[in-house]
T-cell receptor
Framework: DVKVTQSSRYLVKRTGEKVFLECVQD?????MFWYRQDPGLGLRLIYF???????EKGDIPEGYSVSREKKERFSLILESASTNQTSMYLC???????????????FGEGSRLTVL | KQEVTQIPAALSVPEGENLVLNCSFT??????LQWFRQDPGKGLTSLLL?????REQTSGRLNASLDKSSGRSTLYIAASQPGDSATYLC??????????FGKGITLSVRP
């Protein structure tokens, strides 16, 4: 079974703190994604990566950055957390090059971040 | 711009009922459509993936169909059970290579 593991299920941080959300997948997938999910807004893509050291902005990249130094790991970084970044963060991965993607998307369990 | 709509937002049915969840999309040049299940506070679990060249996919009591010409996909759940209670989301991969999610249908199956 494909496994996408997010390191923290629940985090509580203070405004201005730097926050790291880690995601690891064990199926050698090329593509990895970070979404946030908010009530009434659904899932919104923050960033995605189709290869090591490659990244592309999604729909809402402001206030976030990402790092992909190894194929299996994709990190989301909040440089200076703000209260409007309180949300559920979901990592996902899929097979095949993104531009010709017919692969299935697999999600982690999610990281619930609260910024006080 | 691809838009994916799931109506209604919530549905409550008695146990044992067969039901259909609807998903509509605006970009008919869709590459694939995927159905997910999400339990409260959890991530999304993939249920079925339909490629653009396919008309339907089946897994156990679940059957998903895709009609690109009408911009619709349906998820059919046979003999519903209380354990099927969850939020069901569809997502379509459009011609712009972007995956667009619907906001989901929250299903409650009453014992």
């Amino acid at each position: 079974d494909v496994k996408v593991t997010q390191s923290s299920r629940y985090l509580v941080k203070r405004t201005g703190e730097k926050v790291f959300l880690e995601c690891v997948q064990d199926m050698d997938h090329e593509n990895m994604f970070w979404y946030r999910q908010d009530p009434g807004l659904g899932l919104r893509l923050i960033y995605f990566s189709y290869d090591v050291k490659m990244k592309e902005k999604g729909d809402i990249p402001e206030g976030y950055s990402v790092s992909r130094e190894k194929k299996e790991r994709f990190s989301l970084i909040l440089e200076s957390a703000s209260t409007n970044q309180t949300s559920m963060y979901l990592c996902a991965s899929s097979t095949l090059p993104w531009r010709a993607n017919t692969g299935e998307l697999f999600f982690g369990e999610g990281s619930r971040l609260t910024v006080l | 711009k691809q838009e994916v709509t799931q109506i209604p937002a919530a549905l409550s049915v008695p146990e044992g009922e067969n039901l259909v969840l609807n998903c509509s999309f605006t970009d008919s040049a869709i590459y694939n459509l995927q159905w997910f299940r999400q339990d409260p506070g959890k991530g999304l679990t993939s249920l079925l993936l339909i490629q653009s060249s396919q008309r339907e996919q089946t897994s156990g009591r679940l059957n998903a169909s895709l009609d690109k010409s009408s911009g619709r996909s349906t998820l059919y759940i046979a003999a519903s059970q209380p354990g099927d209670s969850a939020t069901y989301l569809c997502a379509g991969l459009g011609a712009n290579s972007k995956l667009t999610f619907g906001k989901g249908i929250t299903l409650s199956v009453r014992p």
